[in-house]
């Protein structure tokens, strides 16, 4: 357990010394400008950079000061308020959430389309690859624009984004996957005279059950990309982006690192609930670990 624990642990003592260091550089400028209207001069070294990492709205905030704007705009806030991290996040998580479902199950639906239609092959890959080299910052407010003409506000064009980001990484993951059975598997199946359900669903599925996951992994973490840049084209609907955006016009800096560490932080999770899923699948499936 040492021997796993110790590394990650000198590497992120690393992050947070370097982390430090660049605070007082990026944010000593400032300092001397201020110290100077105080008529403050030869200040010590060590409360020099004391003086750094406490600033209200530094260029870089110190870690000490993420976390403790976290702490107090979650645990030490009313998780109602529209002023909670904890509110927002769960508006991104529950867009980032529905966009995913919609997403993977249109990758999967796709996918399986796409293997047994050689016309299906053709027509539509080549859309699916050119719909992601549209910057989704371009897609994003005109999705947003164009359904809240026609009433539709909210959830449902944050998840929409989102869908558009995740459901590329399913549908490749899944084409790929469910060719994977080699040839003489697939004759296999033949001599035993199986129909094209029983190759699909006992051989072919099966056997595409690692890339799915695999492409959920990478899915959900840019669902909540997607959920994060709707949200900067509709500020009232609130979230991790609009904290972002609020944060940016009002140079709070803290506030933005705080929003993106719990993005950062909801992603992570998400990402081991969908290995913990796999886990859970394989051993159902009797794979080996």
């Not at 994003?140 to 944050?158: D, F, S, Y």
């Not at 459901?167 to 094209?196: C, H, W």
């Not at 973490?221 to 997607?226: E, F, P, V």
């Not at 991790?240 to 140079?251: E, F, P, W």
């Amino acid at each position: 357990m040492l021997n796993r624990i110790l590394p990650v642990l000198t590497i992120l003592i690393a992050i947070v010394a370097f982390w430090y260091a660049m605070a007082i550089h990026m944010n000593a400028p400032w300092q001397n400008t201020l110290n100077t209207r105080a008529n403050l001069e030869n200040v010590p070294v060590t409360e020099f950079a004391q003086q750094t990492w406490a600033q209200a709205k530094p260029v870089l905030p110190a870690p000490h000061q993420v976390f403790s704007e976290i702490w107090s705009a979650t645990v030490a806030m009313d998780l109602t308020s529209k002023r909670s991290l904890a509110y927002h996040s769960w508006i991104t998580l529950s867009a980032t959430l529905l966009g995913f479902a919609f997403g993977t199950v249109l990758g999967v639906l796709l996918a399986v389309a796409i293997i047994h239609n050689d016309a299906t092959d053709r027509s539509l890959m080549p859309w699916i690859i050119a719909s992601q080299t549209i910057p989704i910052l371009a897609v994003a407010p005109m999705i947003v624009v164009g359904l809240g003409a026609v009433g539709l506000t909210g959830m449902i064009p944050k998840a929409l984004i989102s869908m558009y980001l995740s459901f590329f990484p399913v549908v490749v993951g899944m084409v790929k996957g469910l060719r994977s059975p080699e040839n003489i598997q697939l004759d296999l199946m033949r001599t035993y005279d199986a129909n094209s359900w029983q190759v699909f669903w006992k051989l072919r599925w099966p056997a595409a059950m690692p890339f799915l996951f695999a492409s959920m992994k990478v899915g959900i973490a840019i669902s909540l990309i997607g959920a994060v840049v709707a949200e900067l084209s509709n500020a009232a609907g609130g979230g991790l982006g609009v904290r972002l955006l609020t944060g940016s016009y009002n140079g709070q800096t803290v506030q933005i690192w705080a929003a993106l560490f719990l993005a950062a932080g909801i992603a992570a999770v998400l990402v081991a609930l969908v290995g913990s899923a796999e886990k859970y699948v394989n051993a159902r499936m009797g794979a080996r670990a």
